[in-house]
């Protein structure tokens, strides 16, 4: 993949934002909660290696991803702290993560079997291999789902100690970002009678993502997950005010490469959906939909100078074009998600125009956008 890096598109990354965000984060949960830096999908965007290593800086306890392939990257960058993955790996892989010390979760007791079986096979050079059994209470997705079979799983780990070690059980909440807190009561009954039959000596037991955290107060958890507020993005979306103000650590801006007038009826972009009623200023900007910044932006407003200039006709593949109040000079610094001159654009304002939440947009974002780390 080519990084544009001649391109004046870029992603910033304000590394104090995350920095202080987990601080606010360790300083919530207090020393008897560890912190654990949900870094997958290249850190929401933002950086796996770059977001650990500030992380590791903040003093976080370890990191959680959802791919064995983004638990070796960490390792391969020098990361050694505890390292679990969320996803489920397939059974064969149990060795690759026993031999870099990587924690993997336990979907089920099928899943169970079939990885002890390989890694009697694959014999890694490290065991035993750490496990997390997941609990599904109410997600839907992966975990157990009956107290019967979690047991089965107990009883198999403890069956087998010098290949196995049940190092976690947890669950994920699907509503704790919300006013209705119903959904949540019934998924943390479930995990309460799951726990009644898991052995003591376990090091942790988590039930906490970013908006557990901020506002369920990490309920009956020794370890937190937190992914989006360590960003500085709200998970709520704007539904629930944060305990402590969250500093967006991305922002999106690019230049003017192209500027022009106008007349009068005259349309712009493909499909002609957009046509000028006066003369107009139309400048181009260098970002499109190849770069994660997907068609339905057109009609968003991106900031020049603290003004709101309107992204007029389709968003191309690689170029989009906005309507500016007056002439500006090409080389024109703008911005589409961030601070410019006074005035701010949220990753939730562009969530809001394209019917999606604020994760998505920095998640999405093309590996041509280079990343730019500051401060
Ligand atoms: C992604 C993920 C998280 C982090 O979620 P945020 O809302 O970004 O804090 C925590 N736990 C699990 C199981 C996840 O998949």
């Given at each position: ?23 606010k ?5 207090g ?34 991803v ?33 031999d ?24 890694p ?37 010098t ?11 699907s ?31 988590h ?13 009956q ?22 305990p ?45 939909y ?5 068609r339905?932006?057109q ?77």
């Amino acid at each position: 993949m080519t990084i544009g890096y001649t391109r004046p598109t870029k992603a910033i990354i304000n590394r104090e934002a995350i920095y202080h965000n987990i601080k606010k984060h360790q300083k919530l949960v207090g020393d008897d909660v560890d912190v654990f830096a949900v870094v997958k999908a290249n850190g929401y965007g933002h950086g796996a290696v770059q977001t650990a290593q500030i992380a590791v800086q903040a003093g976080v306890n370890g990191f959680c991803v959802s791919l064995l392939d983004e638990a070796l990257e960490l390792r391969e960058a020098g990361i050694t702290l505890p390292i679990l993955i969320l996803g489920v790996i397939p059974p064969y892989y149990g060795a690759a993560a026993a031999d870099e010390g990587i924690s993997v979760t336990v979907p089920s007791y099928e899943w169970l079997e079939h990885a002890t079986r390989q890694l009697i096979e694959d014999k890694p050079s490290q065991l035993p291999l750490r496990l997390h059994l997941g609990i599904d209470t109410g997600m839907g997705r992966i975990g157990f789902r009956e107290v019967e079979e979690l047991k089965q799983a107990i009883d198999f780990i403890q069956a087998h100690p010098t290949l196995l070690e049940l190092e976690g059980v947890f669950t994920h909440f699907s509503k704790a970002d919300s006013k209705d807190e119903s959904y949540f009561a019934l998924q943390q009954a479930r995990f309460a009678e799951a726990m009644k039959i898991v052995p003591n000596g376990v090091r942790y037991r988590h039930t906490a993502n970013s908006a557990t955290t901020l506002w369920h107060d990490h309920w009956q958890s020794n370890m937190v997950r937190i992914g989006a507020s360590m960003y500085g993005i709200n998970p709520s979306g704007d539904e629930l005010e944060p305990p402590f103000e969250l500093e967006p650590a991305m922002s999106l801006e690019t230049m003017i490469v192209h500027v022009k007038q106008v007349a009068p009826g005259e349309k712009i972009g493909y499909g002609a959906t957009y046509e000028t009623t006066e003369n107009e200023w139309i400048a181009t900007i260098p970002i499109g939909y190849a770069d994660g910044f997907v068609r339905r932006f057109q009609g968003f407003s991106v900031l020049v100078d603290g003004e709101y200039c309107e992204i007029v006709g389709r968003v191309c593949m690689d170029q989009s074009m906005i309507r500016l109040p007056r002439k500006f000079e090409e080389g024109t610094k703008v911005t589409i998600f961030g601070e410019n001159n006074g005035q701010v654009i949220s990753l939730q304002a562009g969530a809001e125009h394209i019917g999606s939440i604020n994760y998505e947009i920095p998640c999405v974002l093309s590996e041509r956008v280079p990343l730019v780390y500051t401060h």
